[in-house]
């Protein structure tokens, strides 16, 4: 399983863009690149996921180098109600049931 | 959109005795998992199960749990008899079949299991 390092904490304020980066520097081929957000007393929600160069959806960017030892997180225009524990993880796409192996992850807090 | 549902929200038992987790996932996923998350640490993984059989299970998956699909629609996770450290969140997450691409795991919020 690939290790990820990711910062233990982040601040910004309302309105402003966060970029979370992550390294995992021994991904393997069949690795996708998966992060999660989990407020406290939830369960982990997904965001986004990629494999390679970009990916966007309606909350979040991803952007993936083409050496994919790393990844970072982009929140556009960050609210309040984005202060949240963010996780990054490396999923393997092979075998069938696939075990998520989450680390201590980022805790974003947004000030107004 | 979809979501996987846990019930109870809370459950407090006393030591020794049985409990039961209930878990409804999306209703297309095949794939079922069971996490947990001691108050103020990482989630771990405890087990996955797929075509009616456990797929993967981790250290922390002893002979005092086991995990069920006893219809259609539930999944549960069944702990014999609880122990104080037994006490956390209990996580439920689904996921579609792979085809292509990896399918995300999609999370309930969990049941707060509390051992008295």
């Known amino acids: 399983l690939a290790k990820t390092t990711q910062p233990i904490s982040m601040d910004s304020y309302e309105g402003q863009e966060v970029n979370i980066t992550c390294s995992h520097n021994n991904i393997a081929t069949n690795d996708y690149i998966t992060w999660y957000q989990q407020f406290p007393s939830q369960g982990p929600r997904f965001i986004i996921q990629g494999y390679k160069t970009k990916v966007t959806n309606e909350v979040a960017s991803l952007f993936i180098p083409a050496d994919r030892k790393s990844s970072t997180l982009s929140l556009p225009r960050v609210s309040l109600s984005d202060t949240a524990v963010y996780y990054c993880l490396v999923v393997s796409s092979s075998g069938s049931a696939r075990q998520l192996t989450f680390g201590s992850g980022t805790q974003l807090t947004v000030l107004p | 959109e979809p979501e996987v549902t846990q019930t109870p929200s809370h459950q407090v038992t006393q030591m020794g005795q049985e409990v039961i987790l209930r878990c409804v996932p999306i209703?297309?996923?095949?794939?079922f998992y069971w996490y947990r998350q001691i108050l103020g640490q990482k989630v771990e993984f405890l087990v996955s199960?797929?075509?009616?059989?456990?797929?993967?299970k981790s250290e922390i998956f002893d002979d005092q749990f086991s995990v069920e699909r006893p219809d259609g629609s539930n999944f549960t996770l069944k702990i014999r008899s609880t122990k104080l450290e037994d006490s956390a969140m209990y996580f439920c997450?689904?996921?579609?079949?792979?085809?292509?691409?990896?399918?995300?795991?999609?999370f309930g919020d969990g049941t707060r299991l509390s051992i008295l």
């Open positions: 199960f797929y075509n009616n059989e456990i797929s993967e």
């Open positions: 997450a689904s996921s579609a079949p792979a085809g292509n691409s990896n399918q995300p795991q999609h």
């Open positions: 209703s297309n996923h095949l794939y």
